[in-house]
């Protein structure tokens, strides 16, 4: 910010917050393979209902996406 004198003077300090470690994002993300089964019933129950359009297949491929990650995490 600039006075009435020309001289700048700070308004306020901005405090980055800390990134967070990739690794503690996927722990924190990991279901166990029991609510995969769950949640990806109740997805295949949507895709049924949307069968044919863009939505059932994006649909499909992330509830793949997390039966395999689920799985993997299991074994």
Known sequence: MVDS???SSRVAEIIPFRKR???HEEEDTAIDLLTAVEVAIRDLRD???QWGEESSRTLAEECRLMLERAFAAAV
């Open 47 to 49: 895709i049924a209902e």
């Open 5 to 7: 004198s020309g001289a």
């Open 21 to 23: 470690i990739r690794e």
